[in-house]
């Protein structure tokens, strides 16, 4: 069975511009969910995507958005980037279950987004 | 709020020590522990969860509500278990989704 998959896996943008990021869940995943990871603020939680619904989100401005679509890929844009958002972009998928007890949660390689 | 802390950024120990990584949590509701592992050039896995209750790659975690802690033990390290380790959170009341991180711990089991 494939990995979560995220594509691109690098990306070089400048201060102003936009991004968007994509992820293939694994096949029968439901749940998408993507984080950030940064040297000073380690893995925080962005959003959650189940069923084209954003069940869940987390402390970030409203310039970080997602979605999802039918076959459960999903998109993460980032408008009007400033310097601190250069991360790695993990994504996450599971099954969907409420409880991660039946429902881990499986993650991509991440995309490592440089704004400069 | 829910707040995961690893107070050891770096851990360094020889093959064959036992090894405890640490983990301190505050969570006011039900909590569900995780220990997330990513190796060298590998993606962030699973590694062991409080409810499973098992052993996985000799590594076992107790969840300590009294303490509020969920360390990581293993008897025995190995070289191969040299790698960043990250505790977990989720909160019943919310999707499992929604993991709070600790920074992580970088082991490295020397020769």
């Known amino acids: 069975k494939a990995g979560v998959t995220q594509t691109p896996r690098y990306l070089i943008k400048t201060r102003g511009q936009q991004v968007t990021l994509s992820c293939s869940p694994i096949?029968?995943?439901?749940?998408v969910s993507w984080y950030q990871q940064t040297p000073g603020q380690g893995l925080q939680f962005l959003f959650e995507?189940?069923?084209?619904?954003?069940?869940n989100k987390g402390n970030f401005p409203g310039r970080f958005s997602g979605r999802q679509f039918s076959n459960s890929r999903s998109e993460m844009n980032v408008s009007t980037l400033e310097l601190g958002d250069s991360a790695l972009y993990l994504c996450?998928?599971?099954?969907?279950?409420?409880?991660?007890?039946?429902?881990?949660?499986?993650f991509g390689n991440g995309t490592r987004l440089t704004v400069t | 709020a829910q707040r995961v802390t690893q107070p050891e950024k770096l851990l360094s120990v020889f093959k064959g020590a036992p090894v405890e990584l640490k983990c301190n949590y505050s969570?006011?509701?039900?909590?569900?522990l995780f220990w997330y592992v990513q190796y060298s050039r590998q993606r962030l896995q699973l590694l062991l969860r409080?409810?499973s209750r098992e052993s996985i790659k000799g590594f076992t975690a107790d969840l300590n509500k009294g303490e509020t802690s969920f360390h990581l033990k293993k008897p025995f390290a190995q070289e191969e278990d040299s790698a960043m380790y990250y505790c977990?959170?989720?909160?019943?009341?919310?999707?499992?989704?929604?993991?709070?991180f600790g920074e992580g711990t970088q082991l490295t089991v020397n020769p």
């Open positions: 096949s029968g995943h439901r749940s």
């Open positions: 995507y189940f069923s084209e619904t954003q069940r």
């Open positions: 996450a998928s599971s099954l969907g279950a409420w409880s991660s007890y039946n429902s881990p949660l499986h």
């Open positions: 409080h409810i």
């Open positions: 969570y006011s509701g039900s909590p569900e």
């Open positions: 977990a959170l989720s909160g019943l009341e919310t999707s499992g989704s929604r993991l709070t």
